[in-house]
């Protein structure tokens, strides 16, 4: 498998490239309701399924093959602003979906529960599947979605072609959750025993922009982001069910917080820590500030076609982002297997 993208490619990332992958989508596009439009994608869709309006960003020609990158915290969709019209043209069809409490998403019932455990979240882009009629894609993600990504891929492998997956295997449980770790692993964790307090929840609704941008900077101590850049994606943050999501998500890692009963089942499969078989690539960059386990503790967990990637140059936490050849590049090689 190559490592680099033609560096040709460049060329492919301006209004040319997405002007063609939207002539392409023809009679599909308008099918679709659309709202504003996000930075270097066309204007978003929507799509709904039983508990939320997914707004999404969609590139590429209708027929291609499928590939859905997810975003985690404190990102967005634009986290592959790059790496959406490289795949668009190499004839992928791209889906982006905001995830539940970021940008336009929203859900549906005030009665749901704002809830941010794994498995809620993993299930939102299998019923986004559903309600686009995906019946199998190329699940790619970092962060929260690398741990949706992998969910799906070992709970649900018919659903997923293949994964990239940043960081690896984090499929966790909140049993695991509980396991101290040495002091220097632990004060990684500082945001999330922060998240534990209520000043913490306060805190984050009150300074939620200068605090993702911290997030930021610690994650990817070596990226130079601007402001246009963070604030781009900061817009992402303006939802009602933001600040509730993220704190439920990790008060509950950390079993702090109760999930929701029509999850335990798939909570227990996920607790016993089930391999992957699915063609896989995992990668991280080589200046990744943000907490992450070691490829060595992940590698036995794919038990079908695997590869690591280590992806050098001062590369953080935000990969495909900060390093858009090389993840475009793992999406093409494991959608080829």
């Not at 590939?67 to 795949?87: K, M, R, T």
Request: hydrophobic fraction near 45%.
């Amino acid at each position: 498998m190559k490592s680099e993208i033609d560096p040709l490619r460049r060329q492919l990332l301006g209004a040319a490239v997405l002007t063609a992958a939207i002539a392409e989508l023809g009679p599909a596009a308008a099918a679709q309701p659309v709202s504003s439009t996000a930075a270097g994608f066309p204007p978003l869709r929507h799509v709904r399924t039983d508990l939320l309006d997914i707004a999404y960003a969609e590139v590429g020609p209708a027929d291609g093959r499928p590939v859905i990158l997810l975003h985690g915290w404190p990102y967005d969709i634009h986290a592959f602003a790059q790496v959406a019209p490289i795949l668009a043209a190499k004839g992928y069809r791209v889906i982006v979906p905001f995830v539940r409490g970021y940008g336009e998403t929203r859900i549906l019932s005030p009665d749901t529960m704002r809830n941010g455990q794994p498995s809620a979240v993993a299930l939102d882009t299998v019923a986004m599947m559903d309600a686009l009629k995906i019946q199998s894609a190329v699940l790619a993600g970092f962060d929260w979605g690398a741990r949706t990504a992998d969910i799906i891929a070992a709970l649900w492998p018919e659903r997923c072609k293949g994964l990239v997956s940043v960081s690896g295997y984090l499929i966790g449980s909140q049993a695991s959750g509980k396991i101290p770790l040495p002091p220097e692993a632990e004060y990684q964790w500082w945001y999330q025993f922060y998240f534990a307090t209520e000043r913490g929840k306060e805190g984050y609704a009150k300074n939620l922009n200068d605090f993702n941008k911290l997030i930021w900077r610690l994650a990817s101590p070596k990226w130079n982001f601007d402001d246009a850049t963070f604030n781009r994606t900061a817009a992402a943050f303006d939802n009602p069910d933001h600040v509730d999501i993220v704190i439920h998500n990790y008060r509950w890692r950390q079993g702090l917080a109760a999930g929701e009963a029509k999850y335990d089942a798939i909570e227990a499969k996920l607790a016993a820590a089930p391999t992957i078989g699915v063609p896989t690539i995992t990668m991280e960059g080589d200046a990744n500030g943000a907490p992450h386990p070691p490829p060595s503790a992940y590698a036995k967990k794919f038990t079908g076609r695997y590869e690591h990637r280590t992806i050098s140059g001062g590369v953080g936490h935000n990969l495909p982002q900060e390093a858009p050849d090389a993840f475009a590049r793992a999406v093409i090689d494991v959608a080829a297997t």
